[in-house]
């Protein structure tokens, strides 16, 4: 089921197996994205054929200055015919969230957000209301312009599972694009390959991937490997670490397997952990960026020898 949707997508997005992979890796794991890369490379596109695929309701939210934490998680109006107020849900009440330039709102309305994915519940004066299950937010921002934008704060780069790039597509890519794409938007003609009952089927199946107590060492080595590094000022949070072994557990049922290898903790080192380490201004200064210092860590921590 889970290649069935990977396909489906692929319809829309040419040549991007691998980010669609992410992604699937993503909901799997009941975790979000954030992707970071320029306009026009089909971050838009790429949330709507997830929906799609899934038959989840869509909702997007378009990060601007002025957008109140309301616009998101919705409002309580005043219904003049019983005398009581009335919840309005926002588009957070949907399967998959879309947040458009997330980093254009300011930080009290990017909170609204905090809740809804750590908790799948938003909380509207003083009563909480369950989220869309399966629930996920596919962020987008852009890494070129910073005028005018609001930083995400570590907390809230933390609720993302992973940050990764769409990126250009190849020469072929693009003219495939330009044949599917030329007539008619190929989303247009998109159809459900499965439906949320079954992608709640395949979550429940990828928490009982098992994971060997070799790889949660494994896991735990790297986190502490990272939170005393010397070019590190912040490693990696223990919330991250468990994100990480779902992570590692949806990687492991896409390849068919029901247990965990360390190959599998190490494909996702990098998405997961690029966003949440920082940097001391002595790495800074000599030109270190995040991924060096991850293929570092990976490095030094022994591989388990068996797993399974």
Sequence with gaps: MAEAVISNIEQVIQDKRH??????????AQGHVLLEDVPGV????????????????????????DLLPSDVVGISIWNRNDNSFEFRPGPIFNGIVLGDEINRASPKTQAALLEAMAEEQAT???????L????????????????????????????????ISVGYPSPDGEIMM???HGQHSALDDLAPVIGPAEMIQLINEVRDIHVAPEIASYLVNLANTTRHHP??????????????????????????????IPEDVKALAHPILTHRIILTPEAQLQNRNESQIIDEVLAQVATPVWAG
């Design 42 to 65: 089909g971050k838009t596109s790429l949330a709507k054929a997830l929906a799609k695929s899934i038959d989840l309701p869509f909702g997007r939210i378009q990060f601007t200055p």
């Design 124 to 130: 509207v004066d003083g009563k909480t209301y369950p």
């Design 19 to 28: 980010v669609i992979e992410m992604i699937m890796v993503a909901i799997l």
């Design 231 to 260: 070019h590190l000022a912040l490693g990696v949070s223990p919330r991250a670490l468990l994100l990480w072994q779902r992570g590692a557990k949806a990687v492991a049922a896409l390849a068919g397997r029901n247990f965990v």
């Design 178 to 180: 330009l044949r599917t």
């Design 132 to 163: 869309h299950h399966p629930f996920m937010v596919i962020a987008t921002q852009n890494p070129i312009e910073y005028e005018g934008t609001y930083p995400l704060p570590e907390s809230q780069l933390d609720r993302f599972l992973m940050r």
